[in-house]
């Protein structure tokens, strides 16, 4: 009622408040960074004159997994002018895809380097993180697994930095901007891929190495 009887200027002006606190509510916070993990170091220019390949790729997808290899073939081949960003992106359905997608942020955080290591090695051994086999495991049993895990590539050294990661916050608005970003580009699942910004379609299964090259050779042909 008190809308209704207000004069007309008072209640727009309310509802262009209400419809700014819904857009403020609504956004992704915008990261101090481009979001995603970019392939084979700092030293391959993403912009210029790079075709760009965009992954969404869940560490707890078999299908992410098997498109990884030929992804990483197609890099060394058209190296350096195919630039590979990976966006960890963690499928609700899968349970502890989220905590190996943080585990992700908190390697690149630590070290760079281990980014891509980690990831192909929760990769191998996913089977025992999925969901049947996990039923009865503690979030906090994961972590000391998937911890244990990551030892191999992060080091013993890391290990303490490595498990206080999972209490810093940093790592966890991380793992939310990612999966937030891949919500805002409409990925459905994984793996998904943008070429130059476009979708792929025929998301979800893995593409080998002759269909990436039936796909980006045409475009150094145009150029
Ligand atoms: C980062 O990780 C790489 C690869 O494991 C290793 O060679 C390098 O020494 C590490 N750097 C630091 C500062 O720990
Ligand atoms: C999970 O735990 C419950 C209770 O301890 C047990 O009855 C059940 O068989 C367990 N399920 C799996 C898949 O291990
Ligand atoms: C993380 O925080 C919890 C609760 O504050 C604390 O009990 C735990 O020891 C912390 N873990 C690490 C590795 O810092």
């Known amino acids: 009622m008190a809308v209704v009887s207000s004069p007309p200027s008072s209640s727009s002006f309310l509802l262009i408040f209400f419809f700014l606190v819904w857009i403020t509510l609504a956004q992704t916070p915008i990261p101090a960074k481009y979001d995603g993990f970019l392939y084979g ?56 895809s989220y905590t190996f997608c943080r585990a992700l942020q908190i390697a690149n955080k630590l070290n760079s380097s281990t980014t891509f290591p980690l990831f192909e090695l929760f990769f191998k051994y996913q089977e025992k993180f999925y969901n049947a ?38 790592t966890d608005i991380a793992t939310i901007i990612s999966f937030k970003y891949g919500c805002s580009r409409g990925v459905p699942g994984t793996p998904f891929f943008f070429l130059n910004g476009i979708p792929l379609p025929g998301y979800g299964s893995a593409l080998d190495f002759q269909t990436w090259r039936s796909i980006i050779d045409p475009l150094f042909v145009k150029k």
């Not at 299908?63 to 499928?91: G, K, N």
């Open 133 to 170: 086999p996990t039923y009865n495991t503690s979030r906090a049993s994961i972590i000391e697994d998937l911890s244990n895990l990551a030892v191999a590539v992060i080091g013993k050294d890391s290990l303490p930095a490595f498990l206080s990661g999972f209490n810093d916050s940093q």
């Open 41 to 96: 170091g700092n030293n391959n220019y993403v912009w210029g004159d790079s075709v760009v390949l965009e992954a969404f790729l869940d560490p707890m997808c078999p299908d992410s997994r098997d498109t990884w290899p030929p992804l990483q073939q197609a890099f060394e081949y058209y190296s350096p002018r195919l630039a590979i960003l990976v966006h960890p992106f963690p499928l609700p359905y899968h349970s502890n």
